[in-house]
C-alpha cells in the first residue's frame, strides 16, 4: 500500500528521535502513564508527529485510565488507517496515520466506556503532537 508521505527508512531515523521512531516506525508502545499527552485536556488539535496529518481532536479525548490518551473517534474517518494485528499473540486492531503509515497505536471495542462509539483508540502520546487550540 502507498502513502502519500513515503520517506525511507533513513529519512525517519534522521527527523525522528530514537523513541520516537521505535513507535512511530517500529509499532512499538510507550510505557503506560508516562506519555505527555496522558492526562492533556487542554483544547486542540492532536496531529502525526511523523508528517503532521491532523489525527484527532481533544473533543473526542476522553479519560479511560488505561495509561494512553485515549480518543473515541479519529478527527475524520480517513485520517486513519486500521490494520488487523496478531503480534504478541493477541487479536487486535492496529492505528496507523492513513497519510504516512507510521504506528500510533491500536483501537479497542465493546469495553463498556460511555461514549458515543464505544470505541477506544489508545494512542501513544509519542505519535502525537498536540496543537493548543488557546494558541
Ligand atoms: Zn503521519
Not at 488505561?66 to 487479536?91: N, Q, R
Request: charged share 25%.
Amino acid at each position: 500500500m502507498a502513502y502519500e508521505v513515503e520517506k525511507s527508512d533513513e529519512q525517519w531515523r534522521a527527523e525522528l528521535s530514537p523513541a520516537e521512531y521505535q513507535v512511530l516506525r517500529q509499532a512499538g508502545t510507550e510505557p503506560a502513564f508516562r506519555g505527555e499527552y496522558t492526562d492533556t485536556k487542554t483544547e486542540g488539535v492532536y496531529s502525526c508527529r511523523a508528517c503532521g496529518a491532523e489525527l484527532f481532536r481533544s473533543t473526542e479525548k476522553f479519560e479511560s485510565h488505561c495509561g494512553w490518551p485515549s480518543f473515541y473517534d479519529p478527527k475524520d474517518s480517513s485520517a486513519v488507517e486500521l490494520i488487523e494485528d496478531h503480534s504478541h499473540g493477541m487479536a487486535r486492531t492496529e492505528v496507523r496515520c492513513a497519510q504516512c503509515g507510521s504506528h500510533l497505536g491500536h483501537v479497542f471495542a465493546g469495553e463498556g466506556y460511555p461514549t458515543p462509539t464505544d470505541q477506544r483508540y489508545c494512542i501513544n502520546s509519542i505519535s502525537l503532537r498536540l496543537a493548543s487550540a488557546e494558541g
